[in-house]
């Protein structure tokens, strides 16, 4: 351990000492949280919605059908009380429903005013906001297809309700997503030049004509990152929530634990990078053109997943910051426990201990 501890301390020598690499690991996430703006806004297919008919008229089923025809949205359930409603958020997967009132055709033909709930997941306001307009929008058409000459129309009022995030702050979305982005690209581009370092330096020699183990000489290059990696965490938390207004509904405990795990899974990720490149540069864009593009990409802060292709879906799979994202949101805007995100936990744990055996087994003790 005492020998262990050296490697640590010569590994954070050199990141003290190169003001670049200081520069990168405290700066960059200060300059994404303030200056990413706000998430690019995207036409959205096919988002499941779940159908809640207390009514069971014909005028709730011809606006259901309507719905259903409708190329955004997919009706994934039709559930009948309160709490079903709610048991189908948590998983994730919903992102808006439509509850018709007791009575809904009759106020519609006998009382001209009828009234339809709405309710959208808005940990993505965007999403939230752009479902809640394409479902206004069906309601108008309907309206006027059933009464398009009355002297004074029927009107249906739709009664939104946002779930998670009411003001509809932009922030609550970017936030995660820039965490995801902001740690994959960090841990990653940064270990990815510490063992090649050594090589370009000549001081690979010394490390493997010492007794230290390889195994130890890996994890001496993560633990520095680590450390660092946390503080960056840190600062990120104290500006998305006194900066940004980006509240922490669940228990911090599980979030710092979870980003635990993400980071050690970018380190694997880097010190792998590292392991297989020869030069500084080559690791450089490897790990940091070559992680960006699909953090950005498959993470779904920015595209939604289910709008790509199935191929593209499944790609995305692999993409560690997938999970974690999924993950933040769950844990920052709705409060959700490990016994909601146990699964995605899992595949980040699996990803990490791959990651991190491969990174071990492909660290070369021969310089040829």
């Given amino acids: 351990m005492k020998q262990f501890m050296v490697f640590v301390r010569k590994e954070f020598y050199h990141v003290f000492r190169d003001r670049r690499t200081l520069l990168i690991l405290f700066g960059l ?3 994404q949280i303030l200056l990413f703006g706000y998430a ?18 014909v005028a709730s089923q011809q606006l259901t059908t309507m719905i259903a025809a409708s190329k955004y949205f997919d009706i994934s359930a039709s559930v009948l009380s309160d709490e079903d409603i709610y048991k189908s958020f948590k998983k994730g997967k ?11 055709g009759n106020d519609l033909l006998h009382g001209q005013t009828a009234q339809i709930q709405l309710i959208a997941d808005a940990a993505d306001p965007n999403t939230a906001k752009t479902l809640t307009n394409y479902l206004t929008a069906i309601i108008a058409d309907y309206q006027q297809q059933i009464n398009p000459t009355a002297a004074i129309p029927m009107r ?3 009664v939104t309700r946002m779930l998670y995030n009411p003001e509809l702050n932009g922030s609550m979305n970017f936030v995660p997503g820039v965490m995801a982005l902001v740690l994959m690209i960090i841990c990653t ?8 370092r050594e090589k370009e330096m000549g001081t690979m020699e010394i490390l493997l004509v010492s007794p230290f183990k390889p195994t ?16 960056d965490l840190i600062i990120i938390l104290l500006l998305s929530v006194f900066l940004l207004d980006m509240p922490i509904r669940g228990n911090i405990i599980l979030l710092f634990l979870e980003s635990t795990l993400f980071i050690i899974c970018c380190l694997s990720l880097g ?18 053109m070559g992680m960006m593009l699909p953090t950005i990409l498959f993470t779904g802060f920015i595209f939604p997943l289910e709008n790509m292709p199935l191929p593209l879906q499944l790609i995305s799979n692999l993409v560690p ?22 699964k995605e936990t899992l595949v980040l744990a699996g990803m990490t201990t791959a990651l991190l055996v491969i990174s071990i087994k492909s660290f070369k003790t021969r310089l040829s």
């Fill in 29 to 31: 996430p200060v300059m």
């Fill in 40 to 57: 690019l806004t995207t036409e959205i297919k096919n988002a499941e919605i779940i159908i809640v008919d207390h009514a069971g008229d």
């Fill in 94 to 104: 919903v992102k808006c429903a439509v509850v018709f009132p007791i009575g809904f």
């Fill in 156 to 158: 249906i009022e739709p």
């Fill in 189 to 196: 581009t940064l270990t990815s030049v510490s063992i090649v």
């Fill in 216 to 231: 130890y000489v890996v994890l001496a290059k993560a633990v520095p990152y680590l450390a660092l990696s946390m503080i």
């Fill in 271 to 288: 010190l792998l990078i590292s392991s297989v490149t020869r030069t500084q540069q080559i690791a450089m864009m490897v790990s940091m």
């Fill in 321 to 342: 910051s997938r999970w974690f994202y999924v993950i933040i949101k769950a844990v920052m805007l709705k409060g959700l426990g490990i016994g909601v995100i146990w």
